[in-house]
T-cell receptor, first 112, second 116 residues
Framework: QKEVEQDPGPLSVPEGAIVSLNCTYS??????FMWYRQYSRKGPELLMY????GNKEDGRFTAQVDKSSKYISLFIRDSQPSDSATYLC????????????FGQGTELSVKP | GAVVSQHPSWVICKSGTSVKIECRSL??????MFWYRQFPKQSLMLMAT?????????EQGVEKDKFLINHASLTLSTLTVTSAHPEDSSFYIC????????????FGPGTRLLVL
């Protein structure tokens, strides 16, 4: 079993839809949770960073962390074609030496 | 802020040659940089952790003599792929952590390597 599981998709939605992306993990020591967006042939771009449990909102993006269920989510409201990319969850803990453990990434396509 | 650059952005080389990739943090000092490899439609695979002024720490299965890493300053780390072979063709990405928040990493744009 992988430490971080993420459905690779692809996920296709119409423009304006609410997108829900999820990851589950097995290591209870993880307490730093991130979402990255990666466009084709580009490096990942940090979207959201959350420490421990709770919600964080930034514009159309909301990140949720449920440590009791070992489950994290990223919601995208009013999705746009420019949101089409691969979304990677990543996480770490104090015992990881700064290393990030990535999910496989979910490929999202927002159709106009 | 928190910009990381990589050079070159793509490179084509002949089998048996060595290729050097540079990773620079442009507007912050990074005590730790990370090197990843990514195959098409797959996630990032951590190759090594690079600390300024000390030897890099390689992940299991990564050949340290093939992938030479040097972290000479707080803003520059280099990855040299020695005696490259076609199976080394991949997308190589570096990242750098802000000194105080190592868990938050900022990634370079990546270098696409094609070995003929």
């Amino acid at each position: 079993q992988k430490e971080v599981e993420q459905d690779p998709g692809p996920l296709s939605v119409p423009e304006g839809a609410i997108v829900s992306l999820n990851c589950t993990y097995s290591n209870s020591a993880f307490q730093y949770f991130m979402w990255y967006r990666q466009y084709s042939r580009k490096g990942p771009e940090l979207l959201m960073y959350t420490y421990s449990s709770g919600n964080k909102e930034d514009g159309r993006f909301t990140a949720q962390v449920d440590k009791s269920s070992k489950y994290i989510s990223l919601f995208i409201r009013d999705s746009q074609p420019s949101d089409s990319a691969t979304y990677l969850c990543a996480m770490s803990g104090d015992n990881q030496g700064g290393k990030l453990i990535f999910g496989q990434g979910t490929e999202l396509s927002v159709k106009p | 802020g928190a910009v990381v650059s990589q050079h070159p952005s793509w490179v084509i080389c002949k089998s048996g040659t060595s290729v050097k990739i540079e990773c620079r943090s442009l507007d912050f000092q990074a005590t730790t940089m990370f090197w990843y490899r990514q195959f098409p439609k797959q996630s990032l695979m951590l190759m090594a952790t690079s600390n300024e002024g000390s030897k890099a720490t390689y992940e299991q299965g990564v050949e340290k003599d093939k992938f030479l890493i040097n972290h000479a300053s707080l803003t520059l780390s280099t990855l040299t792929v020695t005696s490259a072979h076609p199976e080394d063709s991949s997308f190589y990405i570096c990242s750098a952590g802000l000194s105080s928040y190592q868990e938050t990493q900022y990634f370079g744009p990546g270098t696409r390597l094609l070995v003929l």
